[in-house]
């Protein structure tokens, strides 16, 4: 247990560093709620402390992290019985608002919150952290290419990179979410060796949630009854939001997404270019990216990465390919994949119908495309 429980300055020292993630996949929430050795714990009034978890959030004092800070402050991602210490970075030119932030973290006094380290040092915001969520870059703005930006953000990811591998807790499970996302994660695998690749993934879980919501509104259900849609590829306008294993839990069992939908026109046409084009739309929208559902859906893929995907679910992320589905070995590809005991496997064994193999190759050929010009970008 982390002996200092106060909040922490900007640009304070930290508190000694926990050396591993202490999670139990074991002692889930939901089970812990019924456990009654737990329950009798708690009735006595002691509670099962947990060591504190360290999360880093680059790029805190923006938007993203803005919304993001307080889910972690209060459990969303890592359970409500896991205390939490946030590490959170940003440049600079940001560090009043970073500051800011971290006076508001005080002041909404979250029980789980051990202590905050809010500053603009690399090697002082990695040190120690067990979880890095990596939001920190340059956001595309409306009318501009994920292309665009690629320069600015692998400078970024380059140096984060070498900061990560030296000063992180071993084990350290890093989530990029910055775009180009899945090329910034393959720039950060590639600059920390020594950091294992399965622990390095990029968020496609906010396009996985969104092909829900549409499947959702479309066929009048609730969103929690569609499950197992599955986002090929990258997180940009060619993935390819595939419903071919969706189903719908229905008073009558488990339906097929597209027998109930009926109308594989929409299915193949309309349905996956809302999916593909909805970071553009929310940007012609609020002029800005998405950043609440950007939030919630990097918490949906730390806590189900750590604590588990719920029996016969999968969800969607960027992981490092090897060779699956006759994906090229060696891009951050987003796959269908379940999560037990902190690793996530991809699911095998899907049929892919010639519709959905060429969106699979398409993606594939914009990510080799990006990772060239990533490349071109370093030399
Ligand atoms: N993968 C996804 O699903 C998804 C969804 C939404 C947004 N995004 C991406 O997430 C990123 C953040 O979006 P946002 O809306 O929060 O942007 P934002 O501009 O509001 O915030 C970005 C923050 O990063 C900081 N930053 C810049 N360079 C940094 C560095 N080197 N180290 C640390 N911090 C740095 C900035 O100062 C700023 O505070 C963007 O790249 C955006 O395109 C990804
Ligand atoms: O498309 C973008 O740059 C915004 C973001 O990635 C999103 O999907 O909302």
């Known amino acids: 247990m982390e002996s200092n429980p106060s909040i922490m300055k900007v640009q304070g020292a930290c508190n000694r560093p926990s050396n591993h993630l202490s999670i139990r996949p074991s002692v889930r929430p939901s089970i812990a709620r019924l456990s009654p050795l737990l329950l009798g714990w708690h009735l006595l009034g002691v509670s099962m402390a947990k060591d504190p978890v360290r999360v880093l959030v680059t790029g805190a004092a923006g938007q993203i992290g803005y919304a993001l800070v307080p889910m972690i402050a209060r459990g969303v991602m890592l359970g409500p019985d896991q205390p939490v210490i946030l590490h959170m970075l940003d440049i600079p030119p940001?560090?009043?608002?970073?500051?800011g932030v971290r006076m508001e973290l005080v002041d909404a006094a979250f029980p789980l919150l051990k202590g905050v380290v809010a500053t603009t040092d690399a090697v002082e915001?990695?040190?120690?952290v067990n979880i890095a969520v990596m939001v920190g870059g340059f956001p595309r703005k409306e009318g501009m290419e994920r292309k665009d930006v690629m320069s600015k953000n692998v400078s970024i990811y380059k140096s984060?990179?070498?900061?990560?591998?030296?000063y992180a807790a071993p084990n350290c499970k890093v989530l990029v979410v910055a775009n180009p996302a899945n090329t910034n994660a393959l720039i950060l695998k590639?600059?920390?060796p020594s950091i294992p690749a399965k622990n390095i993934t990029c968020l496609?879980?906010?396009d996985h949630n969104r092909a829900l919501g549409q499947i959702s509104e479309r066929l009048t259900v609730q969103v929690s009854d569609v499950k197992n849609v599955i986002i090929w590829g990258n997180h940009s306008s060619t993935q390819y939001p595939d419903v071919s294993h969706a189903t719908v839990k229905t008073p009558s069992g488990e339906k097929p997404v597209r027998e109930l939908v009926s109308d594989d026109a929409w299915l193949r046409g309309e349905f996956i270019t809302t999916v593909q084009q909805r970071g553009a739309a929310i940007i012609k929208a609020r002029k800005l990216s998405s950043a609440l559902s950007a939030a919630s859906s990097a918490c949906d893929h730390i806590r189900d990465w750590v604590l588990g995907t719920p029996e016969g679910t999968w969800v969607s992320?960027?992981?490092y390919s090897d060779g699956s589905y006759n994906v090229p070995a060696g891009l951050i590809y987003s796959f269908p994949v379940t999560c037990n005991a902190g690793e996530w496997t991809i699911v095998q064994g899907l049929?892919?119908?010639?519709f959905s193999r060429k969106k699979l190759d398409a993606t594939a050929e914009e990510l080799s495309e990006e990772k060239a010009l990533a490349y071109s970008c370093l030399s």
Request: glycine share 6%; hydrophobic share 50%.
């Open 94 to 99: 940001a560090a009043e608002a970073l500051n």
């Open 125 to 128: 915001a990695c040190t120690g």
């Open 160 to 166: 984060q990179a070498s900061a990560l591998e030296a």
């Open 190 to 192: 590639e600059f920390a």
């Open 204 to 206: 496609t879980r906010l």
């Open 317 to 319: 992320m960027g992981v």
């Open 351 to 354: 049929s892919v119908d010639e």
